[in-house]
């Protein structure tokens, strides 16, 4: 009999020691059914109804994933976090074996209906189902959310272009008097807060200044907290990938300027010279920002560069055509070339005569004095054997031949130091615009990158 009792307090004590155990694992369980048991999420958590409920705001800028000018968006992620007090959810740690804070369900409980105006689309946000609430009533929900946002994009100054975007949190129903939002820390901390920017991407973050501001509608006031992200492109990747091959390219176009003019090389390499830089162009649209309100900067720097190797071309093609149109017209103006391209010297005596006689004896040719004596001798000559005859014409035509092929050579040349004078000019006038140009762009640019 003793046996059985002592079998019995035995177990009684074991039972005793199993019971705190049992009481820790059910606490949980008996404070969040005693919390959410008369609990109603659609009313807002006060107990006098003309106090505002205050929502305190927090946000972390963590990348930037997306900037579409075109669609005047930006992707962005983001650490959000809610903070505010709901009165229905208090309890006495002491009551249920010193638990401090617990999760419930958000769907369980009162959510403010805070939104962003500027939300267009939620992107790949991983769903958070719960929040933290402590003895005192404190609810703290933090989400990070991927949101696409609408954003007034300046692409003008693309690739050291600055953006402003913004994010205002208000309440889509309540007023001030029901729901008033709060910074959670203060302006200056959530301004320079970077630590968890992936800061190695193509965007840097400059700050995140925020402001508070109330506005009235209809006689009533609502709460609004804006945040406005500062980014700056770093322009390293579209200055090695776009603008140094383009300036490049100027380049080889300007040192073909260099080519003899007389060669007809120069006006085939330039043409090579525009064909390349067009197929760059094609090859990299991809690369420049799409926007339908204004043109960026380096597409007009593109289409003037293109349009400079053009007039470089149509300079170097008048040059050379006004080069070859003067040769010519002195072949054609000369007597010589006539003699040489028509008759030559091996033709007949006959051929010979009428070279003679189509010279015009009113036209002005400079002949030289040994010359105009051997016609004045020719015509006082008395009459001789016909092949005498013949041969002192074919000596006078010789000699007439070769003082007029001097003069074409002459003229030539000074046609050929014109043209060269004229290629000098131009090549200046065009490096002019050039360098005018490029300074303008380098100063717009230096501005906007050290601003």
């Keep these: 009999m003793s046996l059985i009792w002592l079998t019995l307090l035995l177990s009684a004590a074991h039972l005793a020691e199993c019971v705190p155990e049992k009481q820790k694992r ?23 109804w003309t106090s505002p409920t205050v929502i305190y705001i927090d946000l972390i800028l963590q990348s930037v994933l997306d900037v579409d000018g075109k669609t005047q968006s930006i992707t962005t992620s983001i650490w959000y ?19 401090n804070e617990i999760s419930l369900s958000s769907d369980a409980i009162w959510i403010p209906d805070v939104i962003v105006s500027e939300f267009v689309d939620e992107g790949k946000s991983l769903p958070i189902p719960y929040v933290y609430v402590n003895a005192s009533g404190s609810v703290r929900y933090y989400r ?6 609408a954003c007034s994009l300046e692409m ?27 910074l959670w820390r203060s302006a200056e901390a959530i301004a320079n807060d970077k630590r968890e920017f992936m800061n190695d991407g193509e965007w840097e973050l400059l700050s995140i200044p925020s402001s508070y501001w109330r506005i009235r509608q209809d006689g009533t006031g609502y709460a609004h907290i804006r945040f406005n992200v500062l980014i700056r492109r ?24 260099y080519l003899p003019l007389s060669s007809g090389t120069r006006i085939a390499f330039k043409i090579s010279i525009l064909l390349g830089y067009t197929l760059f162009r094609v090859n990299l649209t991809d690369e420049l920002p799409a926007t339908a309100v204004n043109t960026p900067l380096i597409g007009v720097f593109f289409a003037v560069c293109m349009a400079l190797l053009m007039l470089s071309l149509i300079k170097s093609i008048l040059v050379v055509k006004l080069l070859h149109h003067g040769e010519k017209e002195v072949r054609q103006m000369s007597l010589s070339a006539c003699l040489l391209d028509k008759y030559g010297f091996t033709e007949s005596a006959l051929t010979s005569i009428r070279t003679l006689d189509r010279v015009d004896p009113s036209a002005d040719y400079e002949f030289e004095a040994s010359l105009e004596e051997d016609l004045l001798s020719l015509n006082e000559m008395p009459e001789v054997p016909s092949g005498l005859e013949w041969l002192l014409q074919e000596l006078v035509s010789l000699h007439l031949a070769f003082s007029q092929e001097d003069s074409e050579s002459s003229t030539q040349a000074e046609w050929l130091a014109l043209c060269s004078k004229l290629d000098c000019f131009l090549f200046r006038f065009y490096l002019l615009v050039l360098a005018s140009y490029a300074a303008t762009l380098l100063i717009l640019w230096a501005s906007w990158s050290f601003a």
Excluded at 81 to 99: A, K, S, Y
Excluded at 144 to 149: F, H
């Design 26 to 48: 059910s606490a949980l369980n008996q404070l969040t059914r005693t919390l959410l048991r008369k609990y109603d999420c659609g009313v807002r958590p006060v107990h006098n």
């Design 81 to 99: 976090r809610q903070i505010w007090t709901d009165e229905f959810l208090v309890w006495d740690p002491e009551e249920f074996d010193g638990i």
């Design 144 to 149: 990070p959310m991927q949101v696409v946002l």
């Design 156 to 182: 003008y100054a693309f690739p050291f272009d600055k953006q402003n975007c913004s994010l205002t949190f208000r309440s889509w129903l309540h007023s001030v008097k029901e729901i008033d939002l709060a």
């Design 234 to 257: 770093r322009p390293l990747l579209y200055v090695v990938g776009l603008l140094i091959p383009s300036i490049f390219l100027m380049l080889v176009d300007v040192t073909s300027f």
